[in-house]
């Protein structure tokens, strides 16, 4: 059983660079969630989709910050003009109940 | 809003001791889910329960248990002769709709 994948595991950049990262879900699961977490913190809602539709946005996803799910299928996340601020884990989950989680990329912003 | 409180930042236990992680949420809504998760030092977050707000029954899984109260608003988590692969940090989380909320964690170092 495929469980949730994420490409890039770590990213290094420059601030003001643009990166982008993927997430391939479980097969099955319609549902597709973005999480972020800081170091010691919980990880933060950031956006869900179902299917292709995204339905909700956190007040963290600032407009730099973009996803999205083209076929319902893989998901993208792509942050514009990074800013040492957006240093973290970025993981992705997916459900149809309980949401299952990959192993994330973790980015740096030098 | 819905805030989950994981007051006990980090424990440490020998091996074979029980342990409780403690678990307190606010919420206004009259259904919601609860969930465990445990984030062992390789980073990747194992879903380990969930339960709907209108299941009080208490659940056992191996050496795990759970105790969910909803009169103290508390979902509290034990494990049972604690073993080194139970270290980890351990998050309670609350969904009312579909996003999760997390506590800031617990971190559990079991000693052998």
């Known amino acids: 059983d495929t469980g949730v994948s994420q490409n890039p595991r770590h990213k290094i950049t420059k601030r003001g660079q643009n990166v982008t990262f993927r997430c391939d879900p479980i097969?099955?699961?319609?549902?597709l969630y973005w999480y972020r977490q800081t170091l010691g913190q919980g990880p933060e809602f950031l956006t869900y989709f179902q299917n292709e539709a995204q339905l909700e946005k956190s007040r963290l996803l600032s407009d730099r910050f973009s996803a999205e799910r083209p076929k319902g299928s893989f998901s993208t996340l792509e942050i514009q003009r990074t800013e040492q601020g957006d240093s973290a884990m970025y993981l992705c989950a997916s459900s149809l109940g309980p949401q299952y989680f990959g192993p994330g990329t973790r980015l740096t912003v030098l | 809003a819905q805030k989950v409180t994981q007051a006990q930042t980090e424990i440490s236990v020998v091996e074979k001791e029980d342990v409780t992680l403690d678990c307190v949420y606010e919420?206004?809504?009259?259904?919601?889910?609860l969930f465990w998760y445990k984030q062992p030092p390789s980073g990747e977050l194992v879903f380990l329960i969930r339960r709907n707000s209108f299941d009080e029954q208490n659940e056992i899984s191996g050496r795990y248990s759970w105790n969910f109260q909803k009169s103290t608003s508390s979902f509290n988590f034990t494990i049972t002769a604690s073993q080194v692969v139970d270290s980890a940090v351990y998050f309670c989380a609350l969904s009312e709709s579909y996003q999760l909320t997390f506590g800031k964690g617990t971190k559990l170092s079991v000693i052998p």
């Open positions: 097969s099955e699961h319609n549902r």
């Open positions: 919420t206004r809504d009259t259904t919601y889910y």
